[in-house]
């Protein structure tokens, strides 16, 4: 049985029958191809659900050793605060509401080794107070700090077209998100390179990577994380200081405004044990170039395989703002439920 080929294959067949070097070499860059890709996915499967990231004991554990976590009175940092308590870091709590601090440092009091000390720094960083600032440094200028997460963040209230957002909200969400992790960081770092011992984890999010329509001034505040993340990484790779932009999809808070968990969406505590178990890894993001991103907890993991493999961005963007569009109205309608009720 013969077989016949449309036109626009005929031709570049030919030409492969006639030149052996050609099958050979496109029989070559395809092999190349299928085991890169194969090894990166091995790689992202491995580091997600089998090998052990860096025991942080590295960073002096237990030996005095201080956590520095912004954000840390609510969600995401507090449990931060909590794991690394635990592991025998002393805490230094840092955010707004002095009575949501003191409770997590009474909780830790409670639960951990009596030798973890905590302490309580309030700072609104969305005033870009340099006197605030300056009593943060001060703050820390005694303590021997091996960890830092910069933790604290400020998303809209909900999806809202650019040109509707106040201008307030958008300086906010650009002095806390960006000011914040880049002013605490450099405040840290000079010890931690001193010491010849540190780590530092940026809370970022999959907004980061994938433009979103609708929240558009905090998708570029993460992406900012993430690109100053990994430039940092280098920088201070050699003095022993591990960097990571923790690529993150939706965690149980009140910014996500998700109160269940479910597969994609875990509690802060199963999100926090995933990613302190996974430090210089990448899990979900080795699949990718991104040097000091980590993907820590599986299922963002596979979802961020998954995006890469797929690879197409503008699918993902246009999916993200129907997604917001729906949000949207359902929080409208939510506010006006709640108006008529008043
Ligand atoms: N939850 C998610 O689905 C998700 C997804 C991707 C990335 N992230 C990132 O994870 C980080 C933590 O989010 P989360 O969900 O845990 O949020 P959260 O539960 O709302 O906690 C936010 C924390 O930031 C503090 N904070 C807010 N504004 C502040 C300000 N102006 N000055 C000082 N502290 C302030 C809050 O404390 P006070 O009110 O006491 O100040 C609180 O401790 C953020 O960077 C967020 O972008 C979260």
């Not at 050979?24 to 499967?45: D, M, Q, S, Y």
């Amino acid at each position: 049985m013969s077989v016949v080929l449309p036109g626009c294959l005929s031709a570049p067949l030919a030409l492969v029958n006639e030149c052996p070097w050609l099958s050979t070499f496109l029989l070559l860059v395809g092999a190349l191809t299928f085991t890169r890709f194969a090894i990166k996915t091995v790689l992202v499967f491995a580091q997600t659900f089998i090998l052990p990231g860096k025991n942080l004991k590295q960073f002096a554990a237990k030996k005095g050793s201080w956590a520095v976590i912004t954000g840390a009175s609510d969600g995401i940092g507090r449990e931060f605060a909590l794991q690394l308590a635990r592991k025998g870091f002393n805490i230094l709590l840092v955010a707004r509401n002095n009575v949501m601090l003191t409770a997590v440092a009474e909780e830790i009091a409670s639960k951990c080794s009596p030798s973890v000390e905590t302490k309580i720094q309030l700072i609104d960083f969305s005033k870009k107070d340099e006197a605030a600032y300056e009593g943060l440094k001060s703050t820390m200028a005694e303590l021997d700090i091996g960890i830092l997460i910069n933790c604290v963040g400020k998303s809209h209230t909900m999806p809202t077209y650019f040109v509707e957002i106040p201008t307030q909200d958008i300086e906010d969400i650009v002095a806390i998100n960006i000011n914040a992790t880049m002013r605490v960081t450099s405040l840290v770092l000079p010890g931690m390179i001193q010491r010849k011992r540190g780590l530092i984890l940026n809370l970022g999010s999959f907004a980061g990577s994938i433009p979103s329509p609708m929240l558009a001034p905090y998708s570029a505040t993460k992406s900012f994380v993430s690109t100053f993340s990994s430039a940092l990484q280098e920088e201070v790779k050699s003095h022993n200081i591990i960097v990571h932009h923790l690529n993150t999809y939706f965690v149980v808070s009140k910014m996500s405004n998700i109160r269940r968990a479910s597969l994609f969406v875990p509690l802060p505590a199963d999100y926090v044990r995933a990613a302190l178990s996974k430090i210089s890894l990448s899990c979900g993001a080795a699949h990718t170039n991104r040097p000091g991103t980590l993907t820590p907890y599986w299922s963002h993991a596979v979802l961020d395989y998954l995006i890469h493999v797929v690879g197409i961005k503008s699918l993902f963007i246009g999916y993200t703002h129907g997604l917001h569009k729906s949000i949207r109205k359902r929080a409208l309608r939510k506010l006006e439920r709640e108006s008529k009720k008043q």
